[in-house]
């Protein structure tokens, strides 16, 4: 029900009332310095980003731009070498890669361009996989994993490998996954670099509907700038640092309406 | 989450079949060869134990010499008995009945061939005959026992019966000892194993022909002690030592001659056996520890091709001791693995050289196949799979996520 309710104010109210909404993630004078032998590259020289509850951002920019070591901070992959990452007030930038790890786990839903599914497990145990580190019991496992492939429409497909499967449906089946712990934030790395137009747009529509109906905040990771339109914010990053921040078009569209 | 786990392991596994056959292989090889030897060599030791405790351990051998296994070492040595010694010994407190022997290797003739073999000469009167009807070595398949009053008689062994010559004795048989002819009266039954296998080549004779065939007044090859009910044998022993010493006039470490217990005898047995076992394992063991290096290489291979892998399970939430679990599970099954089919493999082997002796009718070498060493095995099996999965699972464990998930 309450559900329902934020989604109501979300398409209502749009980006307004959204801003009233707590900080999920963060990033204050963030750096993060590189050692090439004997030359120190910085690839974030204090970026600063702050990302609100059911926002959809996008980062975008150039290869070198930081923008992948910025995905990797936020997704708790690594930790800075200067500066604070903040996770719901919570800092991070501190943690052992143990603890980090069970963050990831349950707070941070990975979408990754490559799908990064496991080979030899079936798309119903992929998806289980998340939950099985975060030690669910086995029989609540399979009943969500049923739940979210069936949501991607994908539960007549759960039995099959990932060779199996087309691009369009491993990266399905990689939303499903990401959903797996019911993480606030969903961050998607290039979620539709390695698919074709058709196949994007639909991945896009699902990723765009996590966020009006589930209310899922999402970060998107991309160089494609009709792609990340889609976002209701765009960060450009340049240098290490935010370059310029402009607003997409959602908010200002309507949610997609569910197929079938 | 222990099983699931497990199944991921699993399903690594049979995703490269050959390679985890192969490395499975290295492991099975070792095992079944630590089996095997095993399963023999403590199959023989408890067959030959149970043979001497079939013959009693309520014994005492003394003979002439160092000391030595049995009568026939004595038989080698300078140092003599006489029947003076029996006589000093034959009566300490403790001895329930006493036997002096006399051993000397002879020419047989039988027919028109000629061999040489032991001939034992024993005293008969009517008490030891009694006491040898109680004796398994004395049990007759044909003819009788010699009896108080023979002199050229002779009772032989199953094999010195059957297999010395090529043609069998019967009873009433002629032969000639160091040509003198006996009649032989009686043919014993076979005792096989290695205890027995010594009696059934014997050639038993009066002890007072013996001396005319060997033409040896009072000489004494050994004497044997059988401690009464309530003596402890070692006491009897040290009694019957001190008093052959002070008889034969040697000090202490000294001694011409030994007193062995059963116990003794049994442990020297052991001993020769364990070493010999230990040699054995120790090289198969060997071909375990190349096994176990072949596990480390597969895993440290395995790290390498699934880098990526471990990085979309570290950034799906997976601690460090998860990926390490998962890869020490999958090291653990291929040692696991290869114990069991190693184990039954060994056993096999074990069980297949049992019955290949017994064609040969040896009856000692029988395959152990007792729980601890089937337990044992597979247990080391694993250790030495997860031991050598040690290394490669905490580099897997260890990989950075981001550097994983670039690969």
């Not at chain 1, 019991?137 to 990932?162: F, Q, S, T």
């Not at chain 2, 693995?337 to 060994?346: H, K, M, R």
């Not at chain 2, 074990?350 to 070498?365: N, P, R, W």
């Not at chain 2, 089937?374 to 999965?389: E, N, S």
């Amino acid at each position: 029900m309450a559900k329902k309710r934020q989604k109501a104010q979300g398409k209502q109210g749009g980006a307004s009332q959204k801003k009233l909404r707590p900080m999920v993630i963060r990033l204050k004078d963030v750096w993060k310095v590189y050692q090439m032998g004997e030359v120190e590259v910085p690839a974030l020289r204090g970026l600063n980003l702050e990302i609100r509850d059911g926002e959809f951002v996008a980062i975008m920019g150039p290869s070198g731009s930081g923008k992948s070591t910025a995905m990797n901070m936020i997704g708790c992959l690594d930790i800075p070498t200067r500066g604070r990452i903040e996770l719901d007030s919570q800092d991070i930038s501190q943690l052992s890669e143990s603890d980090l790890a069970q963050i990831r786990g349950r707070r941070i839903g990975f979408i990754f361009q490559q799908f990064n599914l496991i080979p030899t497990l079936t798309a119903l145990e992929n998806v289980m996989l998340p939950m099985t580190f975060q030690g669910m019991p086995a029989a609540d496992r399979k009943e969500r994993a049923i739940k979210l492939l069936d949501m991607v429409e994908l539960e007549d497909r759960m039995h099959h490998k990932p060779s199996e499967l087309s691009g369009g449906q491993q990266q399905r089946v990689a939303i499903a996954r990401a959903l797996a712990n019911d993480p606030e934030v969903i961050l998607a790395d290039e979620p539709t670099g390695n698919l074709d137009s058709k196949t994007g747009s639909i991945v896009m529509d699902f990723l765009k509907r996590l966020n009006c109906d589930e209310d899922k905040t999402i970060i998107m990771v991309t160089h494609d700038e009709d792609v990340a339109r889609n976002a209701q914010r765009i960060e450009l990053l340049r240098d290490g640092v935010v370059a310029s921040s402009s607003k997409g078009n959602m908010g200002q569209l309507p949610c997609p309406e569910k197929k079938g | 989450m222990i099983f699931d786990y497990f199944r991921i392991a699993f399903g690594n596994l049979t995703r490269r079949k050959l390679r985890s056959w192969l490395t499975v292989l290295g492991i099975f090889i070792g095992i079944m060869a630590v089996v095997g030897l095993v399963s023999l060599s403590q199959g023989m030791e408890n067959a030959l134990l149970s043979e001497f405790k079939k013959l009693g351990t309520n014994r005492i051998v003394i003979s002439p010499g160092g000391a030595g296994m049995g009568p026939v070492s004595g038989s080698f040595s300078a140092a003599k008995f006489t029947e003076e010694d029996y006589g000093a010994v034959k009566d300490i407190r403790g001895v329930d009945i006493s036997v002096s022997i006399y051993s000397k290797s002879a020419y047989i003739t039988f027919g028109k061939e000629t061999k040489q073999n032991m001939v034992w000469g024993f005293p008969f009167d009517s008490e030891l005959l009694e006491f040898y009807k109680t004796q398994s070595m004395f049990d007759i398949d044909e003819g009788r026992l010699l009896r108080p009053g023979d002199r050229y008689k002779a009772m032989v062994g199953w094999g010195a019966a059957n297999e010395l010559f090529d043609k069998k004795m019967k009873v009433g048989s002629k032969i000639y000892i160091n040509g003198i002819e006996f009649e032989v009266v009686g043919i014993h039954k076979k005792m096989g194993g290695v205890t027995g296998a010594a009696s059934d080549n014997m050639i038993r004779i009066p002890k007072e022909a013996a001396r005319d065939v060997f033409n040896e007044a009072d000489e004494v090859g050994a004497i044997f002690l059988r401690v009464d009910e309530g003596y402890e044998v070692d006491d009897v022993a040290e009694r019957a030592e001190r008093k052959l010493r002070k008889f034969r006039d040697v000090n202490e470490g000294e001694e011409d001659f030994s007193v062995q217990t059963s116990a003794q005898v049994i442990a020297a047995f052991e001993q020769v056996l364990g070493v010999v076992q230990a040699v054995l394992v120790g090289l198969a063991a060997i071909s375990l520890l190349v096994g176990g290096i072949g596990i480390m290489n597969t895993m440290y291979t395995s790290v390498v091709e699934r880098t990526r892998e471990i990085g979309i399970m570290k950034s799906v939430g997976a601690r460090n001791s998860a990926i390490m679990m998962i890869f020490l599970i999958e090291s653990g099954l291929l040692g696991a693995v290869g114990g069991t089919i190693g184990v039954a493999s060994g056993l096999g082997i074990g069980k297949l050289a049992e019955f290949v002796a017994l064609q040969y009718d040896i009856t000692s070498l029988q395959a152990y196949t007792g729980f601890p060493l089937i337990l044992g095995a597979m247990l080391f099996a694993f250790v030495v799979g997860a031991i050598a999965g040690t290394f490669p699972a905490i580099q897997a464990s260890k990989l950075h996520p981001v550097d994983a998930l670039r690969k």
